[in-house]
């Protein structure tokens, strides 16, 4: 997978509304290298708990095909609408963002 830019610390404080430590903490378990679909599975489940989020749960794509998952993999908080830490298995890269309305940004695709 090629090298992505994480999001900063500052960042993270911000849209997920936890402290530093935490934020560094997440930063951190998202730079591991390599990853394979159940490292990635691992790295959500260590965010879940730096978070105190519901656990990892999945929202399929309409583009999802039998052996490959093209939806999002995310870190529960309770509300489709609250920021989280979720990968994009299409684009295959780690995001802050609300699933809510990444499923509302592209129909096509959910």
């Not at 794509?61 to 994009?88: C, Q, W």
Request: hydrophobic fraction near 35%; charged fraction near 25%; aromatic fraction near 8%.
């Amino acid at each position: 997978m090629p090298i992505q830019r994480l999001t900063s610390i500052k960042t993270l404080c911000a849209r997920l509304g936890c402290d530093p430590t935490i934020a560094g903490a997440i930063r951190y378990v998202l730079s591991r290298e390599p990853r394979t679909d159940l490292k990635i599975n691992d790295t959500l489940k260590t965010v879940s708990v730096l978070l105190h989020g519901y656990g990892v749960e999945y929202v399929p794509s309409k583009l999802d095909a039998h052996s490959k998952g093209r939806g999002l993999e995310y870190v529960n908080m309770g509300d489709s609408y609250k920021p989280t830490i979720l990968y994009d298995c299409l684009r295959k890269r780690f995001i802050c963002a609300s699933w809510g309305d990444i499923v509302e940004s592209e129909p096509a695709r959910f």
